[in-house]
C-alpha cells in the first residue's frame, strides 16, 4: 500500500508523505471502551484538524455507493479512537482511526491527509473502512472512492 501511496503523491507532485504511526486499539476495547478513548484520542493542538478530517471523510463516505450499498445510507463520523500526526516538508501530515455512526452495521475507517500549511485546509489523501469482520482481522475490507480523486488505493 505504501507503494501506491507513493505514486499517488508523486503524481500529485508531493513526494512521499510520512506516515503518522497510529496507535492500535484492540477492538473489544473499541465496543468497551469507547467513549474513554474519544475523550482523549486527539491532542488538544490537533482537534481542529480532526473536525476538518472527519468532515471530509464523512462526505467521502455518503458519496460512494459502494459504501453506502454496504452500510446505509447517513453515514457520521463519529468518535475518534486513535489519532497521530507530524509535520513534514509538505505540511502536517494527519492520521485518525474513528467510528462510523448511522449506518446498518457497526463500522470505523481510517482517514489520512494532510494540511499543506496551518491555514490551509485539511485535504483527505486516503480512507477505507472496515466492518467488524475486517476490523478483527486487523485489515481494512475497502477503499472509498474520494471526490475528484477515484478510489484511495
Do not use: Y
Not at 43 to 62: G, H, K, M, Q, V
Not at 68 to 73: D, K
Not at 124 to 149: H, I, Y
Amino acid at each position: 500500500m505504501n507503494a501506491v501511496l507513493s505514486l499517488l503523491a508523486q503524481a500529485a507532485g508531493m513526494g512521499m508523505l510520512p506516515r503518522p504511526p497510529l496507535r492500535q486499539v484492540p477492538l473489544p476495547l473499541k465496543l468497551a471502551g469507547g467513549l474513554f478513548l474519544f475523550r482523549s484520542s486527539v491532542p488538544r493542538e490537533d482537534r481542529a484538524l480532526a473536525d476538518e478530517a472527519l468532515a471530509a471523510s464523512a462526505f467521502a463516505l455518503n458519496a460512494d455507493p459502494h459504501v453506502t450499498s454496504e452500510l446505509g445510507a447517513g453515514l457520521e463520523a463519529g468518535g475518534v479512537f486513535a489519532s497521530a500526526s507530524c509535520d513534514s516538508a509538505d505540511g502536517r501530515c494527519f492520521a485518525l482511526n474513528f467510528q462510523l455512526s448511522g449506518g446498518n452495521l457497526w463500522a470505523e475507517a481510517t482517514a489520512f491527509g494532510i494540511q499543506r500549511n496551518r491555514a490551509g485546509p485539511f485535504e483527505l489523501l486516503e480512507l477505507t473502512v472496515s466492518n467488524m469482520d475486517a476490523a478483527l482481522m486487523g485489515t481494512p475490507s475497502c477503499f472509498v472512492t474520494l471526490p475528484g480523486r477515484g478510489p484511495s488505493e
